[in-house]
């Protein structure tokens, strides 16, 4: 899940908006078979279920992992698996480690909700555009993320270093409380759009209801609930707090780091180094996200409500919290490796995402790696019965596979989790979970694409036949 998901994939398509409009009579309509599933399986329900309910109980875990042991991840099951009777082992981690609610911790949390709530709506804004929904929407969005984030950081190092308000491993310190009002917002954020969809939907014309309450509540039915014309819950909290506080989480745990062994480890500022250039990364191109999986396919349930509000900064941010009880000192030769690996995967990552930009741009009309760009003209009809242009760009990186992109992605994860040695696997989490997460976005984004485009994604497919490394998968 990101759940989350990561907010850097990207979707095949590269959309342009102009349109026409569509006699009775089209060659394609899919304004009701791409987007989100309507009906969906016994067996899929089921695995609605255990995400709803693993998810929240594999935070927890990892809390307890790096709280109570270290971050040696099977430490916990053994201690209980071991003990004479598990039951009452069981009750007695339970009680010691669990975090508990504190009402400072509470106040931290919401305070700084409130606080990206008002950076989002009030800052300066240009207003970008993402792609046209199921139903042939074209929503405006709020594009001020770069700012938010700098006027954040200089809130947090001026409150610490210079007021003295908080020390800086305020986030640390307090991680507990933190995690408890998390998911309490998590929950509630959940089930209001539940509610909200059923009620008050933001564009009706754009739910999915699948006739299963779980998948429902997971998965989610608006596509794009809002309050007003442009606070977007999908981008807000996708990009905002918890991509926000990504990097002050880190730098919070180097923070602590120091004040534990006096120093800041080079794995340590290699980590926040890699992690910041990510983050900076996505905001710097927050216009370009508009047009992503995240925002262009998913509703907003359980998967992005809890899963950004929770998931997300907690697990994303696991191999500081590794790094913070085990410092790892690495060899010149050892950090220079990992760096190439993390700036080769960046450099890829963004350089593929540049192609796409350029053919949006120039609608096609572009060299890519000094040739003409080579590209599939497209049309789909959205459910409003209106005919929409597009382009599937099938040369460049583009074509040497449907998504080149992750391989960069996937190599910055390795890089960051490179940070933490050898020693324990948990801090790896981030990479196994970004490799299940992006092949199973490959599937998704298959589907979506095959329902939107008909017959010009059975020639894509033929044009770019592998779908992540080329000769490979």
């Not at 099951?77 to 069981?90: G, H, R």
Request: proline share 4%; hydrophobic share 45%.
């Amino acid at each position: 899940m990101a759940v989350q998901q990561r907010k850097t994939v990207v979707t095949t398509e590269t959309t342009k908006t102009t349109e026409t409009t569509t006699t009775k009579n089209v060659e394609h309509q899919v304004g009701k078979t791409w987007g989100r599933d309507r009906d969906v399986s016994f067996g899929t329900i089921l695995i609605s279920l255990g995400i709803l309910v693993m998810s929240p109980i594999w935070v927890l875990y990892t809390y307890i992992s790096c709280n109570g042991y270290q971050c040696a991840m099977s430490a916990p099951a053994l201690e209980v698996y071991n003990a004479p009777d598990a039951l009452i082992a069981l009750k007695a981690l339970l009680a010691r480690e669990l975090p508990t609610f504190s009402p400072y911790a509470a106040r931290l949390f919401f305070t700084w909700l409130t606080l990206q709530a008002v950076l989002y709506a009030f800052l300066p804004a240009q207003i970008g555009y993402g792609q046209r929904t199921p139903a042939g929407h074209l929503l405006p969005y709020k594009v001020n993320g770069l700012l938010a984030w700098v006027i954040s950081h200089s809130i947090y190092a001026a409150g610490g270093l210079y007021f003295g308000w908080w020390k800086l491993s305020i986030i640390h310190d307090n991680w507990g409380g933190l995690l408890i009002a998390a998911n309490a917002y998590g929950y509630f954020l959940t089930f209001f759009c539940y509610i909200k969809a059923h009620l008050f939907p933001s564009h009706a014309a754009d739910r999915k209801f699948s006739g299963s309450f779980i998948y429902d509540l997971l998965m989610g039915i608006e596509f794009n609930p809002r309050f007003g014309k442009y606070f977007d819950f999908k981008l807000f909290h996708n990009g905002r707090p918890g991509i926000v506080a990504w990097t002050m989480i880190n730098l919070s745990f180097a923070a602590a780091q120091y004040q534990k062994i006096g120093y800041v480890t080079n794995s340590m500022i290699l980590l926040n180094l890699l992690h910041a250039t990510y983050v900076l990364d996505f905001f710097y191109n927050e216009d370009w996200y508009l047009r992503t999986i995240d925002i262009a396919h998913d509703h907003f349930g359980f998967y992005l409500a809890w899963g950004d509000s929770v998931w997300l900064p907690w697990l994303y941010t696991l191999q500081s919290h590794y790094l913070v009880r085990n410092p790892v000192d690495l060899t010149p030769i050892q950090f220079g490796f990992i760096f190439a690996v993390g700036f080769t995967g960046y450099f890829i990552f963004r350089s593929v995402n540049h192609q796409k930009d350029i053919v949006r741009s120039t609608n096609g009309e572009c060299m890519i790696w000094g040739k003409p760009a080579k590209v599939i003209r497209t049309s789909f009809v959205t459910s409003d019965g209106k005919t929409h242009k597009s382009l599937l760009l099938c040369s460049g990186y583009w074509g040497l596979s449907r998504h080149f992109n992750y391989v960069g992605d996937l190599l910055i994860s390795l890089a960051m989790c490179m940070t933490c040695g050898t020693k324990h696997l948990l801090p790896y989490f981030y990479i196994i979970y970004m490799t299940i997460l992006l092949l199973h976005r490959i599937q998704r984004d298959h589907t979506r694409c095959k329902g939107k485009y008909g017959k010009y994604w059975e020639e894509y497919m033929k044009a770019v036949p592998y779908k992540l490394i080329p000769y490979v998968y």
